[in-house]
């Protein structure tokens, strides 16, 4: 008797809905929140010495710790409480296998990064979601009653959040954290964009169940190489470090993240150019809202949101970019817009306008969340 192949995969993961990654070959691309300026000349000589001075046929240092140690004294934390891994969402799915079992709930607040409900899943966890009012903020209140509730492992968000580039402050987060009664992770890969007044970052292992991602994907520009990290108490650190593989983090990456990090103060004046870019270009696309039949979130990250009142509108000017030569994300309502060089922010906000000038409506309805991984 023949059995069919799609009988050998579990249940589980055959409902799993597969994620497909933006493609688009155009000029302009401006749909997965990267970096738009290449990384200073005298960081990428050094990266090709490194490349070849290597010994690749040995393993890479199972804990990273040219690379933790630097980026420990970049960011003022204690190297004991750092965790290294393939960009910052393989340390997030090493996170969900140390802490979340079969039925265990873990809270978020979507529209949000939507990897923190995919691994849950994958541990056997089950997802709970609180809302977010209508400028992308999340109701730390409701949150809070989530994390309280029976069975709640976990809580999980952004900030700044993606997609929506809303902003929570310190304050709100930390008295968020201090009452929770569960690991919080706050991740912080767009916090470079945003201002370190908002960062918890120097409370993580502080604060026993605050923990912070961090990434070199989005400011450092190595979004290529996958490097990042969480910074939390030794004890979750340890836990960490016992559910991952050996080498999970090649020795290129490794060795170009540790020079990446000596670049620091150069990469943070380039990601504060980057987010006044965004506030700019949000400033322009908020006055032709009303004509365009959206509602444009204030940016705290290197995006900006449109929230469309129709989503046809969205899916008719996403196509109408795509065929101008410009990729944004689509995530169903809303298109999100990753701030690029000046020259490609001009060119977007040209085709923008005559497109939206060209025909969109300004039928209210309401926009769908979408999906918000990269």
């Not at 990273?64 to 965790?83: M, Q």
């Not at 030794?234 to 836990?239: F, G, L, P, Y």
């Not at 670049?263 to 990601?271: R, S, T, W």
């Not at 965004?278 to 705290?300: C, D, F, I, N, R």
């Given at each position: 008797?023949?059995?069919?192949?799609a009988?050998?995969?579990?249940?589980?993961?055959?409902?799993?809905?597969e994620?497909?990654?933006?493609?688009?070959?155009?000029?302009?691309?401006?749909?997965?929140?990267?970096?738009?300026?290449?990384?200073?000349?005298?960081?990428?000589?050094?990266?090709?010495?490194?490349a070849?001075?290597?010994?690749?046929?040995?393993?890479?240092?199972?804990?990273?710790?040219?690379?933790?140690?630097?980026?420990?004294?970049?960011?003022?934390?204690?190297?004991?409480?750092?965790?290294?891994?393939?960009g910052?969402?393989?340390?997030?799915?090493?996170?969900?296998?140390?802490?979340?079992?079969?039925?265990a709930?873990?809270?978020?607040?979507?529209?949000?990064?939507?990897?923190?409900?995919?691994?849950?899943?994958?541990?056997?966890g089950?997802?709970?979601?609180?809302?977010?009012?209508?400028?992308?903020?999340?109701?730390?209140?409701?949150?809070?009653?989530?994390?309280?509730?029976?069975?709640?492992?976990?809580?999980m968000?952004?900030?700044?959040?993606?997609?929506?580039?809303?902003?929570?402050?310190?304050?709100?987060?930390?008295?968020?954290?201090?009452?929770?009664?569960?690991?919080?992770?706050?991740?912080?890969?767009?916090?470079?964009?945003?201002?370190?007044?908002?960062s918890?970052?120097?409370?993580?292992g502080?604060?026993?169940?605050?923990?912070?991602l961090?990434?070199?994907?989005?400011?450092?520009?190595?979004?290529?190489l996958?490097?990042?990290?969480a910074?939390?108490h030794?004890?979750?650190?340890?836990?960490v470090?016992?559910?991952?593989?050996?080498?999970n983090?090649?020795?290129?990456?490794?060795?170009?993240?540790?020079?990446?990090?000596?670049?620091?103060?150069?990469?943070?004046?380039?990601?504060?150019k980057?987010?006044k870019?965004?506030?700019?270009?949000?400033?322009?696309?908020?006055?032709?809202?009303?004509?365009?039949?959206?509602?444009?979130?204030?940016?705290?990250?290197?995006?900006?949101l449109?929230?469309?009142?129709?989503?046809?509108?969205?899916?008719?000017?996403?196509?109408?970019?795509?065929?101008?030569?410009?990729?944004?994300?689509?995530?169903?309502?809303?298109?999100?817009?990753?701030?690029?060089?000046?020259?490609?922010?001009?060119?977007f906000?040209a085709?923008f306008?005559?497109?939206?000038?060209?025909g969109?409506?300004?039928?209210?309805?309401?926009?769908?969340?979408?999906?918000a991984?990269?």
């Open positions: 008797m023949t059995v069919s192949s009988a050998f995969i579990p249940e589980k993961i055959a409902k799993l809905k994620y497909v990654p933006v493609e688009a070959d155009v000029p302009v691309k401006l749909d997965s929140n990267e970096n738009p300026y290449p990384m200073p000349e005298p960081l990428r000589a050094r990266l090709c010495e490194i070849g001075t290597l010994e690749y046929n040995r393993y890479p240092d199972p804990y990273a710790r040219e690379l933790v140690g630097k980026f420990a004294k970049v960011y003022g934390v204690k190297p004991e409480r750092v965790v290294a891994g393939c910052s969402d393989e340390v997030l799915h090493l996170l969900c296998q140390a802490l979340i079992y079969d039925g709930a873990v809270a978020t607040a979507p529209p949000d990064f939507s990897m923190y409900a995919f691994y849950a899943y994958l541990e056997g089950r997802v709970i979601t609180s809302s977010r009012g209508a400028d992308g903020r999340i109701d730390f209140c409701e949150l809070a009653r989530l994390a309280k509730s029976d069975g709640c492992r976990c809580v968000f952004s900030n700044p959040c993606n997609p929506t580039g809303a902003v929570a402050t310190r304050d709100e987060m930390l008295d968020f954290v201090r009452n929770a009664g569960c690991p919080v992770v706050v991740d912080e890969a767009y916090g470079e964009f945003s201002g370190r007044e908002y918890v970052l120097d409370m993580a502080e604060l026993p169940n605050l923990i912070v961090k990434t070199l994907s989005k400011a450092f520009g190595l979004a290529g996958r490097v990042g990290f910074v939390a030794e004890d979750i650190v340890r836990a470090k016992k559910v991952k593989s050996p080498y983090l090649n020795a290129f990456s490794q060795a170009a993240g540790a020079a990446a990090l000596e670049y620091a103060g150069e990469i943070f004046a380039l990601a504060e980057i987010g870019a965004a506030k700019e270009l949000y400033k322009k696309l908020h006055a032709l809202s009303l004509q365009g039949g959206y509602e444009a979130v204030e940016p705290g990250a290197n995006f900006v449109l929230k469309f009142f129709d989503a046809a509108d969205a899916e008719r000017v996403h196509a109408e970019l795509l065929r101008r030569g410009i990729s944004v994300r689509l995530l169903g309502g809303a298109l999100r817009i990753t701030c690029g060089t000046d020259a490609e922010n001009e060119k906000y085709e306008e005559r497109t939206i000038k060209g969109i409506t300004n039928e209210r309805g309401k926009a769908g969340e979408g999906d991984r990269d």
